[in-house]
């Protein structure tokens, strides 16, 4: 990551909240955390927007930090065989509106990043197909690489 010190103004006032920090609480693939996935995806979608020149890294980290700010533990025995994974994105929008004050686009990006799990909602930004890639890439390195530490110092 190329500009280390802008990431972390643009997702500090995310990462202190009290609500984003329940994430760290619940799993969200392996022994990663929410909150641990949430920042790798926001970090390689910061870094990715670099590479590809997006201009509104600010709507792009935001839409990122927050893209599974669900609220609960999926892994649930009433949630995990759920439609969870067709839900979570508007779940985690309207919690991103009511906590974080999301704009439309930044509201837009976290309920288009499960495409094409979600086959009629396809990004309509370029951030959301960033979103889209880094979120996949990271949910896949944190499913197949089981023997990944989890990173306390987070």
């Known amino acids: 990551m190329k500009d280390a010190a802008l990431f972390d103004t643009l997702a500090a006032g995310i990462c202190g909240h009290p609500k984003f920090c329940e994430s760290k609480g619940y799993i969200q693939h392996g022994s990663v955390s929410v909150y641990e996935h949430s920042l790798d ?3 390689l979608s910061f870094s990715l927007g670099e590479l590809f020149r997006i201009t509104d890294k600010e709507s792009l980290v935001r839409a990122a930090l927050l893209h599974d700010f669900f609220c609960y533990d999926w892994h649930v025995p ?5 439609l969870h ?3 979570h994105p508007v779940a985690a929008a309207e919690n991103g509106r009511k906590y974080f004050h999301l704009s439309d686009k930044e ?3 976290v309920r288009t ?6 086959l009629l909602h396809p990004p309509k930004y370029r951030e959301g197909w960033i979103l889209c890639l880094a979120d996949k890439v990271c949910s896949l390195s944190e499913t197949l690489c089981r023997w990944r530490r989890p990173m306390s110092t987070r």
């Open 107 to 109: 509201a837009s990006l």
């Open 85 to 87: 994974g067709w839900t």
């Open 113 to 118: 990043h499960m495409w094409p799990y979600t």
């Open 41 to 43: 995806v926001a970090r």
């Open 78 to 82: 009433e949630k995990m065989w759920s």
